[in-house]
C-alpha cells in the first residue's frame, strides 16, 4: 500500500536528509548500537564540529535520538520507522542481511552512589 501524500512528503524529507554521504554514514554505523559522540568520531574519522551539526540534523529529523550521561551525548537510531527505513537502506545498500536489526543494546551503567545519613547520639 502506498502512503498517503503526507507520508510521501515525510518520506521525502528524511531521504533528503539522508541523502547527505557524511549522514547517512552515521546512521547507518549508529545501527550497530549506542555511540557517544566521542566514539562516533573516532570510529568515522569525522572531526567533532562537523560531526555535531550532523547529528543534530539526524535528531531534528526524528532519525536518532540522543541521551546525556554527565558530560557525555549518546546517539542511537529512534526506534520504529527510522530504524526499519535505515535497516532496509542498508540491506538495499549491500550491508546486511535481510533479517530485521535488533534493537541497539545500551551501554551498561556505571554504579551511582547514594547519600547515606546516620544519626549520632550525643550522651549526656
Avoid: C
Wanted: glycine fraction near 8%.
Amino acid at each position: 500500500m502506498i502512503p498517503d501524500t503526507t507520508g510521501i512528503a515525510e518520506g521525502a524529507a528524511l531521504l533528503r536528509v539522508l541523502a547527505n554521504p557524511a549522514r547517512l554514514r552515521i546512521a547507518l554505523h549508529l545501527l550497530g548500537g549506542e555511540r557517544s559522540v566521542g566514539q562516533l568520531e573516532e570510529d568515522l574519522a569525522l572531526k567533532q564540529p562537523n560531526l555535531s551539526q550532523h547529528l543534530g540534523e539526524l535528531r531534528d529529523a526524528g532519525l536518532l535520538v540522543a541521551r546525556r550521561e554527565s558530560r557525555a551525548v549518546f546517539y542511537q537510531v529512534a526506534p520504529g520507522r527510522p530504524r526499519h527505513l535505515l535497516a532496509s537502506l542498508l540491506h538495499g545498500l549491500g550491508g546486511a542481511a535481510s533479517a530485521p536489526v535488533p534493537p541497539a543494546p545500551r551501554p551498561p551503567r556505571r554504579p551511582v552512589a547514594a547519600a547515606s545519613f546516620a544519626v549520632v547520639r550525643v550522651a549526656r
